[in-house]
């Protein structure tokens, strides 16, 4: 039963991402600027790019997209389910943190996409490691 709860955690949480990365990554590929959604050049000014395609993309193709692929496989019951998922919450950490690092602000919106990239991380770490840990598997 808690595997079944885990799973629908992970859906949720997946489908958050998804359905909040692929507009976001999408607006900020249209429109580098950033100004569609209320963002300035200004904040890259310690990072290496000079607009908002790159992360764009990347908030796209890595978030969005992995975010997809990871729903799937789970939902389909795939064998790499928990390594999609479990790559997609490491993704979702690296994202956050690089992103404070470099526009050096936090916004309360990190602070939530950290705790998905912490979600994710975590319920599939179970799943993936429940049969290599010694002694009774965790379930």
Known sequence: MKTKLQNGVILITLAFLAI????????????PSGEVLQLST???VASPFHNFFIPGLFLFTCLGVGAVF?????????????????????????????????IKQIHFL????????VILVSLSAKHLFKSTLPGKPVD
């Open 42 to 44: 200004e904040q890259l």
């Open 70 to 102: 990871a729903f799937a496989s789970l939902h389909l019951k795939k064998p790499f389910a928990a390594e999609i998922v479990f790559a997609n919450g490491v993704a979702t950490l690296i994202w956050i943190i690089t992103e404070a690092m470099m």
């Open 20 to 31: 909040t990365a692929l507009p976001g990554g999408f607006m900020l590929i249209i429109d």
């Open 110 to 117: 990190q602070l939530i996409y950290s705790i998905v990239g």
